[in-house]
């Protein structure tokens, strides 16, 4: 049986501050009548461009079978969102063969795949239709998609008006249920609540191993990628570094983190913020050790005053689901965040790091409460933290006695 995926030598090309432009009639017949006059300098033009070009796909080949899941990882910017969007036909290779042996469903950055200006009951039958399904197929799904997305009292309501969470729950049930072969899924689940998450989660594995469908899947949650994922592929700058079974590929992505490189700055466009550098314990030049004292330290520019933010530090483990401990400055602690007009430093101290030797994922938010987060990314970096034995116990800090050490007494009476 052939790959329902087969993906030949892909490349594609950008040009740095490019955007797509979208012409009329008049705009074509225009450029015709102007085209002999823009020949005289086009040689000049294309040496000019060049220099601005990059390859966000190099040459990436690749073979998915029917019923398998597939795990894409990669830091931010080596190319993930690209394979899918090419793959989703939203935007189209620069050179390449694609082979797709089956429709398409795809649930990428919220936004696409909806108009706003329709409801929620619109939308469903607009995406049926796309996907090629009658109405009288659309209808047999429809209450299904309702009942897993939770949006009942708003399903005749504009979509422009759904918050964020809300728009993503019925963008995934409308992709997860319509009859479609292949369902190409990006990091957009981080928009949901982790109840959510997990619904997702589950019912991506049912289709999969159920019904037999292939999944291409976009995360920065190792968890969710070996829980889910077979196989996988790891890229980097555009290029694939290594295909294989999933635990070898994340194995790789988590050996390519260095807790010492150089931060690189991470603007917040939506609140006018720039995070210019987040460390630990760089006092101690990065070193943690389980039961010491650890410090995070953050500093942030601000074009004008910002309030009510929250301030969140996550620390995670690829071989758990979800989050191992975080904490947030306004709903732990209580505080009232102004970041002011320039230059803040925020400083969260840890008096005991009790988390066991091993390899941990750093994550970071800046959010209003409860609501909605402006920057979020839960694989800001990975980190070690040293083997040792706590102060106290002679046990040692093994894999195999769990991940978090609680500091206790036993007392036993004979």
């Avoid at 047999?140 to 998609?145: A, N, R, T």
Wanted: hydrophobic share 35%; net charge positive.
């Amino acid at each position: 049986m052939k790959p329902i995926i087969e993906v030949t030598n892909l490349s594609k090309k950008y040009k740095y501050g490019e955007s797509q432009p979208y012409y009329t009639l008049r705009d074509t017949l225009t450029g015709l009548v102007r085209a002999p006059f823009h020949l005289l300098n086009k040689k000049q033009k294309q040496i000019n461009l060049n220099k601005n070009e990059f390859w966000a796909l190099n040459n990436i080949s690749f073979k998915v079978n029917r019923g398998e899941a597939m795990g894409i990882v990669g830091h931010n910017g080596a190319g993930k969102s690209t394979i899918l969007k090419i793959l989703s036909r939203i935007t189209p290779p620069t050179k390449g063969k694609i082979t797709l042996r089956g429709r398409v469903g795809s649930l990428l950055e919220v936004g696409t795949g909806f108009h706003f200006e329709l409801t929620g009951r619109e939308n469903i039958y607009l995406n049926g239709a796309i996907l090629g399904m009658k109405r009288r197929e659309i209808d047999k799904k429809f209450d299904e998609i309702v009942n897993f997305s939770g949006v009942e009292k708003f399903l005749d309501t504009p979509v422009k008006h759904y918050s964020s969470g809300m728009y993503m729950r019925l963008a995934f049930a409308v992709a997860a249920n319509l009859d479609s072969e292949i369902l190409i899924v990006d990091e957009v689940l981080a928009v949901g609540d982790t109840e959510f998450q997990k619904k997702c989660l589950g019912k991506m594995d049912e289709i999969t191993k159920k019904e037999g469908r292939t999944i291409l899947f976009v995360s920065h949650n190792m968890g969710a990628i070996k829980r889910l994922c077979g196989k996988g592929l790891l890229l980097d700058s555009g290029k694939k570094i290594y295909e294989g079974k999933i635990d070898n590929v994340v194995d790789q992505y988590m050996t390519s983190f260095d807790v010492k490189k150089v931060f690189e700055p991470i603007k917040v466009p939506e609140i006018d913020l720039v995070i210019n550098k987040i460390s630990i314990n760089q006092k101690n030049n990065g070193k943690i050790v389980p039961g010491k004292p650890v410090q995070v330290d953050i500093d942030i520019f601000a074009e004008h005053e910002v309030k009510d933010i929250g301030i969140e530090i996550i620390f995670s483990h690829d071989d758990m689901d979800g989050r191992l401990f975080s904490t947030n400055t306004k709903s732990s602690d209580g505080l009232e965040i102004v970041i002011k007009k320039g230059n803040n430093h925020f400083t969260c101290f840890i008096d005991s790091f009790n988390l066991c030797s091993g390899k941990y994922r750093f994550g970071f938010s800046i959010q209003i409460p409860f609501i909605k987060s402006y920057y979020l990314n839960t694989d800001l970096f990975y980190f070690d933290v040293l083997e040792t034995t706590f102060s106290n116990s002679q046990l040692p800090t093994l894999p195999m006695y769990g991940h978090v050490y609680l500091d206790h007494k036993w007392l036993i009476k004979t």
